[in-house]
T-cell receptor, first 113, second 118 residues
Framework: GENVEQHPSTLSVQEGDSAVIKCTYS??????FPWYKQELGKGPQLIID?????GEKKDQRIAVTLNKTAKHFSLHITETQPEDSAVYFC????????????FGTGTKLQVIP | NAGVTQTPKFRVLKTGQSMTLLCAQD?????MYWYRQDPGMGLRLIHY???????AKGEVPDGYNVSRLKKQNFLLGLESAAPSQTSVYFC?????????????????FGPGTRLTVL
């Protein structure tokens, strides 16, 4: 089955700096890679996703890059703000079949004002 | 729309007790999932359903049972609770279908149920 590794497990940045979270996956059949943000006491919420036929996707201060050859994908947050503080999860799935999503272990991001 | 709701929000059980967690969604989604979240281990899939009347095992199904008698509800049961089942449980739903736009793939999560087994 799919295995997703996520690094780092914790990340502290100064407000205004950039944050990068990296994930690797094992199943070459995976073709959809979402990122979820989980705020304290809440369920995860999708913030951005990317398909395997795209190398990069941006949405305001958030961007995701994908390297299919190396089976790497990364989340980039620019101009971080205190409200970006949360736990971020990467995930991978094969969008054929029943789509069992495999999640990474999470990164706790702290943005220091 | 309420989205995905979970009942109860908190529960404390003694070893050997049973309970049922209820998940409800009002988005007419086909797929529903139960996850558990433990520190340092991310979200692990317990069971899932691809439609009314169907269920399937996920990554960590032992000690749990599920039922999907109605499309909008997905129940997770613990027949004989154990301390190892202390966790935060999340339900999620997805529109369904294969491929397609993100709207088909996005999972919507409930707020979670914090369960402690003593």
């Amino acid at each position: 089955g799919e295995n997703v590794e996520q690094h780092p497990s914790t990340l502290s940045v100064q407000e205004g700096d950039s944050a990068v979270i990296k994930c690797t996956y094992s199943d070459s059949a995976s073709n959809y890679f979402p990122w979820y943000k989980q705020e304290l006491g809440k369920g995860p919420q999708l913030i951005i996703d990317i398909r395997s036929n795209v190398g990069e996707k941006k949405d305001q201060r958030i961007a995701v890059t994908l390297n299919k050859t190396a089976k790497h994908f990364s989340l980039h947050i620019t101009e971080t703000q205190p409200e970006d503080s949360a736990v971020y999860f990467c995930a991978a799935l094969n969008s054929g079949g029943y789509q069992k999503v495999t999640f990474g272990t999470g990164t706790k991001l702290q943005v220091i004002p | 729309n309420a989205g995905v709701t979970q009942t109860p929000k908190f529960r404390v059980l003694k070893t050997g007790q049973s309970m049922t967690l209820l998940c409800a969604q009002d988005m007419n989604h086909e797929y529903m999932y139960w996850y558990r979240q433990d520190p340092g281990m991310g979200l692990r899939l317990i069971h899932y359903s691809v439609g009314e009347g169907t269920t399937a095992k996920g990554e960590v199904p032992d000690g749990y049972n599920v039922s999907r008698l109605k499309k909008q509800n997905f129940l997770l049961g613990l027949e004989s609770a154990a301390p190892s089942q202390t966790s935060v449980y999340f339900c999620a739903s997805r529109r369904g279908g294969t491929g397609g736009p993100s709207s088909y793939n996005e999972q919507f999560f409930g707020p979670g149920t914090r369960l402690t087994v003593l």
